[in-house]
């Protein structure tokens, strides 16, 4: 698990006090401290729930309800596979295996243990004439081969090592 | 415009009939005035619209098709709310709330008051036209209250609602989305975990077995059939108007006798009344009062026989903790009262001896759990069941209540006024007090003993009772959320009162969690009429006057609100956290010998400056490069809150903290051997 920081922690009183701690903003709220720790940890969302006077649940809901909020912490590297149709018929479930088997994941596990990397599969992503298409983070990969897919998570890699 | 005028105008029609509008909130509650019951889940007269479940629905000319609780009424709307249209929306409605449906109806509790299955049977459902999608979820048993079994809900949010508007509380919400999405305490945890108060009102609005009283028949029934154990019960005031409706009975019908007469049957030895035990709480809650009116005490007095209330004080009012009677309510004075004077009486010996309590309330399972009412290992009261699970126990012996011939309660523990007897109702506590402490204090009999000031249905009542030359102010507050205007005066100094009786339940008791279910919205006014009633056809209306009683005091007790008295039927309290296991690390070292340092976030440290402390405190270590040895936690009410803001390091317990309390601790903790005061100044 991530670890909270000095800075996360500076961070979230900071969001808090932005939004004068006002209940109505919390999605704003949930955002900015997402944005922060790239995940809600549920420490955090109990200490917003808190400031704010707000039940606990209905922070927790919310946190839940939105697809964009994630409780699990989530890789810095994150990795969209699209599934949409034009992806899905130039096999980009083969996409998805081969980056299965070169960072170690599964189904049911999605984030490799150093945190770097997180896989997700979306639906269409508007890109259909690069099918099969992916995402890393905000850069498009368009007619991507299982081959191709190893070679850029080993540059990324590469990149890590060096920085 | 003259009035006739606005008479006629002030109508609508509904499948062709005029109906007048006479101040509804929508088109829904003139159709039900109108005797056509429309099928609703999500929507409660007592809470906010929520316009979800789309049952309700109706065709308004010249808008179509429209959820009926969400459309005010207009004058000359014309509104059909059985169009084919209509029929097959609805139908189809339910027909996907049961192919989500863990549809094992014969074992679910609710089964005979289900909404959803009385809905399918009414549409004439036969059949699921729809693939079943049901993946089974887990049950959470873990409050001694309720079971939530999340397969049997329907996602209406009455509960939702119920819990946060009416009792300010918020314990359980919807979480996820889609076919995801249910209704659940924060972070996925079970509802022992979280600031569940226990009243149980989710469950009396629930429409379906999702959230059920959590029963404790069959602890019962072992005791029962154990020849070493004498059995004995105590019912509540609120039992003998409500058990009538769990056999069909008008709502309000008293039926004390054959309630009676119900436990002998199933079993139990001896049975007796918590009313003679409210009696009693109203003689000590009596002095308690007159003592903080006489010597300057804390004001005003908050009654204590509410476990939701109760609970509710002790996890956000922790300041207001001194102004709750430390009285233990009825049900637990019971228990006291029955292993003192019942060995002796019957007789029998101490560890044959069980009690078991049957309340109209699931907050009373979890009070007679606590571990302060349980003395070595001995509960004073062993099992808690409800009034319907009463009717329960009955119809599994195969009777029915209204065969039974009326039996007396055996005495002295079933003796009351009918004092005792008005405990079950909102607005009860303070009359019954009232006609104690007026009488002591004007020196007279009292000849007027009805106090109908106090009566009423509004979630805060006001009154004002003059005695001789005092004045004695009093509020009533029913539903947790409306306590929240007497807090803040408090807190602000401003607070007129003298005495604030709280009950969590709109209504008082008779319209517990516990009490059988009821769809008919005028049962609590029937149920609380009745009580007012019983307590008319009564010998005695003053706790004073009841003889029994004052036998029990004269033998076991003392005088009320004496030294003895007060070992046996006071209790204290204690604060509470609401969030549990949930600490932030705010810095975090490898080293084994670090010192730990945590930082009280809770809510009252919150606003008494600990996030400031926290702050400084991170950045001391940092800056003097103390990282390694010293770990930083922000943790969640450490159940101290009088003494905010509460700080711990390593073992060292900081009240009122400091940055610079905090400091030299840390510095201390650091280094054993030298003295503080050589910290490195900020
Ligand atoms: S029992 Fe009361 S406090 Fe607990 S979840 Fe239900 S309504 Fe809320
Ligand atoms: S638990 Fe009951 S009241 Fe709550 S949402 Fe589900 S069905 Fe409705
Ligand atoms: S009762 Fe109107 S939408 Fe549920
Ligand atoms: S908030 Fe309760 S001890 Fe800090």
Redesign the interface.
């Known amino acids: 698990m991530q670890?909270?920081?000095?800075r996360n922690?500076?961070k979230i009183?900071e969001i808090l006090e932005r939004y004068e701690r006002n209940p109505a903003k919390l999605v704003p709220i949930l955002q900015a401290v997402q944005a922060e720790y790239r995940y809600l940890?549920?420490?955090?969302?109990?200490?917003v729930?808190?400031?704010l006077?707000?039940?606990?649940?209905?922070?927790?809901?919310v946190a839940?309800?939105?697809?964009h909020f994630a409780l699990e912490p989530k890789g810095k590297y994150v990795i969209h596979v699209c599934d949409g149709t034009a992806c899905h018929v130039k096999n980009s479930e083969g996409l998805v295996k081969a980056i299965r088997k070169k960072l170690g994941l599964s189904k049911e596990k999605n984030t490799t243990d150093d945190l770097l990397f997180t896989l997700e599969t979306v639906s269409c992503i508007g890109a259909c004439g690069l099918a099969p298409v992916l995402m890393i983070n905000d850069a498009v990969h368009g007619q991507m081969t299982p081959d191709a897919c190893a070679t850029v998570i080993d540059k990324i890699l590469e990149e890590e090592k060096e920085a | 415009m003259n009035n006739t005028m606005q008479d006629t105008q002030n109508t609508m029609w509904i499948d062709n009939r005029e109906v007048p509008i006479e101040g509804e909130r929508n088109v829904l509650e003139v159709a039900r005035k109108a005797g056509i019951d429309i099928p609703t889940f999500c929507y409660h007269s007592d809470l906010s619209v929520y316009g979800a479940c789309r049952l309700c629905l109706v065709d308004i000319d010249g808008r179509g098709v429209n959820a009926s609780c969400s459309v005010t009424p207009e004058p000359g709307m014309r509104v059909k709310t059985n169009t084919k249209q209509v029929r097959d929306i609805r139908k189809i409605s339910i027909e996907l709330l049961l192919a989500n449906h863990d549809m094992n109806c014969p074992t679910c509790v609710r089964s005979a008051t289900c909404r959803l299955r009385e809905l399918a049977e009414r549409m004439g459902i036969e059949k699921l036209r729809y693939k079943p999608v049901h993946t089974p979820r887990a049950i959470d048993r873990s409050a001694h209250s309720l079971v939530r079994d999340p397969n049997k809900c329907v996602l209406c949010g009455d509960c939702v609602r119920a819990c946060h508007e009416v009792q300010g509380v918020g314990a359980i919400d919807f979480a996820f989305r889609g076919a995801d999405s249910a209704v659940m305490p924060a972070f996925c945890h079970n509802l022992d975990a979280v600031e569940c108060v226990h009243c149980g009102l989710c469950a009396t609005v629930c429409p379906t077995g999702a959230l059920t009283p959590k029963p404790e028949i069959d602890a019962v029934w072992a005791d029962l059939d154990n020849p070493q154990k004498v059995v004995v019960a105590q019912m509540a005031p609120a039992v003998r108007v409500g058990l009538g409706e769990y056999f069909g009975m008008a709502a309000g019908a008293v039926t004390t006798g054959q309630a009676v007469a119900a436990l002998k049957a199933v079993g139990f030895d001896k049975v007796y009344d918590t009313s003679f035990t409210a009696d009693m709480t109203v003689l000590e809650e009596s002095e308690e009062f007159l003592n903080r009116l006489n010597t300057g005490g804390t004001l005003p007095l908050f009654t204590s026989c509410c476990p939701a209330w109760v609970k509710y004080v002790e996890q956000y009012h922790h300041q207001l903790l001194p102004h709750l009677s430390s009285c233990k309510s009825p049900q637990q004075m019971f228990g006291a009262v029955a292993r003192k004077v019942l060995p002796k009486h019957l007789p029998l010996e101490e560890k044959e001896l069980v009690v078991v309590s049957v309340m109209p309330c699931t907050a009373k399972k979890f009070e007679a759990k606590q571990e302060k009412f349980n003395k070595d290992g001995k509960p004073e009261v062993d099992h808690v069941i409800t009034t319907a699970e009463l009717g329960l126990m009955l119809r599994q012996v195969g009777l029915q209540l209204q065969n039974l011939e009326p039996e007396s309660f055996d005495r002295p523990l079933g003796f009351k006024s009918g004092a005792g007897v008005l405990f079950g109702v909102s607005g009860g506590v303070t009359e019954a007090v009232l006609r104690y402490v007026v009488e002591k204090v004007q020196g007279k009999p009292l000849e007027q003993v009805d106090f109908h000031q106090v009566r009423g249905e509004a979630g805060l009542r006001e009154a004002v009772v003059k005695v001789n030359d005092t004045e004695v102010r009093l509020a009533i507050v029913q539903g947790l959320a409306n306590v929240e205007a007497v807090t803040k005066q408090i807190r602000d100094g401003v607070c007129p009162y003298h005495l604030v009786e709280v009950m969590a339940c709109p209504g008082g008791c008779v319209c517990g969690a516990g009490q059988p279910h009821s769809f008919n919205p005028a049962a609590r006014r029937e149920r609380t009429k009745a009580i007012y009633d019983h307590d008319r056809t009564m010998d005695f209306h003053k706790a004073q006057d009841n003889p029994e009683l004052a036998a029990v005091y004269a033998e076991h007790y003392g005088e009320a609100g004496g030294h003895a008295a007060h070992q046996a039927l006071h209790t204290d309290y204690q604060h509470r956290r609401r969030l549990h296991e949930l600490d932030l690390t705010v810095t975090d070292s490898d080293q084994e010998d670090k010192v730990q340092v945590r930082v009280c976030v809770g809510t009252t440290c919150f606003l008494n400056g600990s996030q400031e402390l926290l702050r400084k405190l991170v950045h001391y270590v940092e800056r003097t490069g103390l990282q390694d040895r010293v770990e930083i936690n922000a943790t969640f009410c450490m159940e101290n809150c009088g003494q905010s803001p509460n700080v711990r390091v390593g073992n060292t317990h900081i009240e009122h903290c400091t940055f610079d309390t905090a400091r030299d601790a840390l510095t201390q903790a650091l280094n054993p051997d030298i003295s503080s005061g050589f910290a490195v100044s900020p």
């Open positions: 670890q909270t920081t000095v922690f500076e009183c940890p549920k420490e955090a969302l109990a200490y729930a808190t400031s006077g707000l039940p606990p649940s209905r922070v927790f809901g839940t309800f939105y697809a």
